[in-house]
């Protein structure tokens, strides 16, 4: 199963954490873990490429980034978009093959 987590601190986007594999399909074929990857993906590129605002993290196993400050409206935007797309996935797909959580502290 994928784990997709979202933490908000003050009600604005803090951490992205991404884990775990679908078991759709055998690994190569595995339609489920190619839409979230790309995704997942997609949003990192764009949040470096397209706003000012600025990610650290870390891809080792698993996907994790930190906002290094306060997310501009373009980042906010493009997590929004990320949620969507995984809620989308998750709709489609059940729960016993990812799961999306939002946590606000």
Same mark, same amino acid.
């Given at each position: 199963?994928?784990?997709?987590?979202?933490?908000?601190?003050?009600?604005?986007?803090?951490?992205?954490?991404? #884990? =775990?594999?679908?078991?759709?399909?055998?690994? @190569?074929?595995?339609?489920?873990? *190619?839409?979230?990857? +790309?995704?997942? %993906?997609?949003?990192?590129?764009?949040?470096?490429?397209?706003?000012?605002?600025?990610?650290?993290?870390?891809? #080792? =196993?698993?996907?994790?980034?930190?906002?290094? @400050?306060?997310?501009?409206?373009? *980042?906010?935007?493009? +997590?929004?978009? %990320?949620?969507?797309?995984?809620?989308?996935?998750?709709?489609?797909?059940?729960?016993?093959?990812?799961?999306?959580?939002?946590?606000?502290?």
């Amino acid at each position: 199963m994928i784990t997709a987590k979202v933490i908000k601190l003050n009600g604005s986007y803090k951490t992205f954490i991404c #884990k =775990g594999h679908a078991g759709y399909e055998e690994a @190569g074929n595995d339609i489920v873990c *190619a839409a979230v990857s +790309m995704l997942v %993906l997609n949003t990192a590129n764009s949040i470096e490429r397209f706003t000012s605002s600025r990610i650290e993290g870390s891809d #080792k =196993g698993y996907v994790r980034w930190d906002f290094t @400050g306060e997310p501009d409206d373009g *980042a906010k935007l493009l +997590m929004d978009s %990320l949620l969507l797309g995984l809620e989308s996935v998750e709709k489609k797909y059940g729960e016993d093959l990812i799961k999306l959580t939002i946590e606000n502290r």
